[in-house]
């Protein structure tokens, strides 16, 4: 039996509580139903962008839904993870199964 840890760290295990978090995040378009894969370190903010189309890669597909995100403190291990799922690899397609969208 093969047991991974989770790339965010528990901090229960006395790590400190960190300050600023990274976001992995995906939207769904309505308009097309097709996915769009991002990364930020503000969520809340960068969902509203995409909302009032101010993000050229998603503005002609709203309306955007906020689908699934990743919470890491790491900035780097954030950025990682989206390079990942965006070469649709293994990374993305255990994703996407994970979250029974085949």
């Known amino acids: 039996m093969v047991v991974r840890e989770s790339p965010t ?3 229960a295990k006395g790590g400190a509580i ?3 978090m990274y976001y992995v995040y995906i939207l769904k378009s309505e308009k097309d139903k097709k996915l769009y894969i991002g990364y930020t370190d503000n969520l809340k903010i960068r969902f509203g962008e995409h909302t009032r189309g101010e993000v050229e890669s998603t503005k ?5 839904t906020l689908f699934y995100y990743e919470a890491y403190y790491d900035k780097k291990l954030a950025q990682q993870r989206e ?12 994703l996407i199964k994970r979250l029974n969208l085949i």
């Open 18 to 20: 960190p300050q600023n």
């Open 60 to 64: 002609h597909r709203r309306p955007m």
């Open 9 to 11: 760290p528990l901090f």
């Open 83 to 94: 390079n990942k799922l965006k070469d649709f690899g293994s990374a993305y397609s255990g």
